[in-house]
């Protein structure tokens, strides 16, 4: 079994800081793809950002140059820097994990609330 813990979400100032972490625990052989998406009220889950095990890293365009995802193997864990943060970034914001076990699966985080006060 896999499991997902996040954390760093909260409330902040427009132009404040925020970082969220992501911890995968369990029968893990590797992690390939790390990522982030979000879901604010009333909208479809979008993807922020992510990346591959080889580094590579795709960004959503609103959140371009702002937000930095940064992964470390050895812990199994991935980061989400959020910078500059602005109103429209307020949603509940889950990790994404592709984790080999014994079969490569998709695996959630449970959410964290980001909160983004004009």
């Known amino acids: 079994q896999v499991q997902l813990v996040e954390s760093g979400g909260g409330l902040v100032q427009a132009g404040g800081s925020l970082r969220l972490s992501c911890a995968a625990s369990?029968?893990?052989?590797?992690?390939?793809?790390m990522g982030w998406y979000r879901q604010a009220p009333g909208k479809q889950r979008e993807l922020v950002a992510s990346?591959?095990?080889?580094?590579?890293?795709n960004y959503a365009v609103s959140v371009k140059g702002r937000f930095t995802i940064s992964r470390d193997n050895a812990k199994n864990t991935v980061y989400l820097q959020m910078n500059t943060l602005k109103p429209e970034d307020t949603a509940v914001y889950y990790c994404n994990l592709v984790i080999t076990s014994l079969t490569s699966l998709a695996y959630w985080g449970q959410g964290t609330q980001v909160t983004v006060s004009s």
């Open positions: 369990g029968r893990i052989f590797s992690v390939n793809t």
């Open positions: 990346m591959t095990s080889g580094g590579s890293t």
